[in-house]
T-cell receptor, first 116, second 113 residues
Framework: EPEVTQTPSHQVTQMGQEVILRCVPI?????FYWYRQILGQKVEFLVS????????KSEIFDDQFSVERPDGSNFTLKIRSTKLEDSAMYFC??????????????FGSGTQLSVL | AQTVTQSQPEMSVQEAETVTLSCTYD???????LFWYKQPPSRQMILVIR??????QNATENRFSVNFQKAAKSFSLKISDSQLGDAAMYFC??????????FGAGTRLTVKP
């Protein structure tokens, strides 16, 4: 069964450093998402992406965050200058074409980001 | 804004028994979709079941079923014949054509042998 893959599974970084979290969505999916989950808390929506544009973003997704689909297969989340409170599990998800509300999200296994 | 509320932070059930996890949501939309996701200790998010709001019939998936009450904006998950592998965090989620998916705070389910 096709799956969303995320790398790395764990990322440790120093505060103020830039990190890039990588995701490979399912190949025929066109809608892409990033979510995060701070330990013990709920899963929070960050951003959705379609047709090489951000379609929606939450208040969490400030100027420190950016997303990109550099090569038609990868979907990346960049945090420019990490803060301690960015420590969380980051989930990538994708869904199929045309009517996103009809489709379930397929989640990756997540990248655990630890900011020291 | 659409909100999803799970009022039970923790629940426990005896193996082979039935448990119901509660979820309510707030929306002004008429067309939307509701989901239950399971998050085991591995922290992967796994879809358990989903319900289209326009369907009156409650969704079922093997031992998992929902009680969807559209007027009350309630979407509870029933797990029958609970198994040890059902132990996990369960997240209720809402998605409409306008908003991307929003999750509740989760319910931690413990299954006692």
């Amino acid at each position: 069964e096709p799956e969303v893959t995320q790398t790395p599974s764990h990322q440790v970084t120093q505060m103020g450093q830039e990190v890039i979290l990588r995701c490979v969505p399912i190949s025929n999916h066109l809608y892409f998402y990033w979510y995060r989950q701070i330990l013990g808390q709920k899963v929070e929506f960050l951003v959705s992406f379609y047709n090489n544009e951000i379609s929606e973003k939450s208040e969490i997704f400030d100027d420190q965050f950016s997303v990109e689909r550099p090569d038609g297969s990868n979907f990346t989340l960049k945090i420019r200058s990490t803060k301690l409170e960015d420590s969380a599990m980051y989930f990538c998800a994708s869904s199929e074409v045309s009517q996103p509300a009809n489709e379930k999200l397929f989640f990756g296994s997540g990248t655990q980001l630890s900011v020291l | 804004a659409q909100t999803v509320t799970q009022s039970q932070p923790e629940m426990s059930v005896q193996e082979a028994e039935t448990v119901t996890l509660s979820c309510t949501y707030d929306t002004s939309e008429s067309d939307y979709y509701l989901f239950w996701y399971k998050q085991p200790p591995s922290r992967q998010m796994i879809l358990v079941i989903r319900q289209e709001a326009y369907k009156q019939q409650n969704a079922t998936e093997n031992r998992f079923s929902v009680n969807f009450q559209k007027a009350a904006k309630s979407f509870s998950l029933k797990i029958s014949d609970s198994q040890l592998g059902d132990a996990a965090m369960y997240f209720c989620a809402y998605r409409s054509a306008i908003n991307d998916m929003r999750f509740g705070a989760g319910t931690r389910l413990t299954v006692k042998p």
